[in-house]
């Protein structure tokens, strides 16, 4: 049963509330050096064999990250992201729009 790891982080852009307040923390404490920080969220999902890396991107797509402020990086074994890894297409919600719990607009009630 392969293990699929997927970081999910705030686009570029995205105001970054916890990563402001952690930083101010850090500055709290001494450690000016700290310039930026960034949160987000790691998950490790096992799947059956023979899934698709199409299928891990419904998944994150359609639940795991939120495609107007987020994106995310699919990784499989080791390190999340490693190899020739990009960030998931969680950007284009025109394309998704009418499917799953997020994609629900006007075109979806029509």
């Known amino acids: 049963m392969p293990t699929v790891r997927i970081v999910v982080t705030l686009k570029p852009g995205v105001l970054d ?3 402001q307040a952690i930083r ?3 500055h709290a404490l ?3 050096e700290v310039a930026e920080v960034r949160v987000g969220r790691y998950l490790e999902i096992d799947l059956p064999e023979g899934w698709s890396r199409e299928r891990v991107d419904a998944m994150c797509d359609q639940l795991l990250a939120h495609p107007l402020i987020e994106q995310y990086t699919i990784g499989a074994g080791g390190n999340p992201g490693t ?3 990009a960030p998931g297409p969680a950007g284009r919600s025109e394309a998704r729009r009418g499917t799953g ?3 629900k ?3 979806a009630r029509a």
Do not use: I, N, T, V
Request: glycine share 34%; hydrophobic share 20%; net charge negative.
């Open 101 to 103: 719990p997020r994609g």
């Open 30 to 32: 001494g450690f000016d």
């Open 83 to 85: 190899g020739a890894e």
């Open 24 to 26: 101010q923390g850090l």
């Open 17 to 19: 509330a916890q990563g």
């Open 105 to 107: 607009g006007k075109e």
